[in-house]
């Protein structure tokens, strides 16, 4: 009986720390894709890094690591928000690393056109956090982008 009550008392607790950390993922790819440095930089660790592959079908697949500074001048000079699409709350999982980490994964589908062609625009993205300083930084950040033809 003590087990039982014990359960329902945690429960709400770590579904809670789960929500928290999906919280902190979907505010962290709003600023992404917001491209906007005064939202995105303070979510960065200092040794934050960023890589982005593409998959084509036929091609082959290319991988571009960018530094934190290059991504926030990139920013700077594109701010214009990006059109990807969001990720979704429930399309977010969690992997706890440790006490003080965790990784936050989602997948998005869209469609696109290229070179007249319409294909299916599926990205994988992944970005993981270390609580440093009573809050959430990122650490690292991949994104694989797949494409099929429709």
């Not at 969690?94 to 997948?107: G, L």
């Not at 992944?126 to 930084?137: D, G, L, S, T």
Request: with cysteine.
């Amino acid at each position: 009986m003590k087990l039982i009550f014990t359960l329902l008392l945690l429960g709400p607790v770590i579904a809670n720390a789960a929500e928290d950390k999906v919280a902190v993922y979907l505010n962290f790819e709003q600023a992404y894709l917001s491209n906007d440095v005064s939202l995105f930089a303070p979510l960065l660790s200092k040794n934050y890094t960023i890589r982005q592959t593409l998959h084509i079908p036929g091609i082959g697949s290319d991988t571009v690591p960018v530094t934190k500074a290059q991504l926030l001048e990139g920013m700077k000079q594109n701010p214009k928000p990006s059109s990807l699409p969001r990720s979704k709350a429930e399309s977010v999982k969690i992997e706890t690393i440790s006490k003080q980490q965790f990784c936050a994964s989602s997948q998005t589908l869209d469609q696109v056109v290229v070179a007249g062609k319409n294909y299916e625009e599926k990205e994988l993205r992944k970005a993981c956090f270390n609580h440093k300083n009573n809050r959430y930084e990122a650490i690292s950040h991949t994104i694989d982008v797949y494409y099929r033809e429709l």
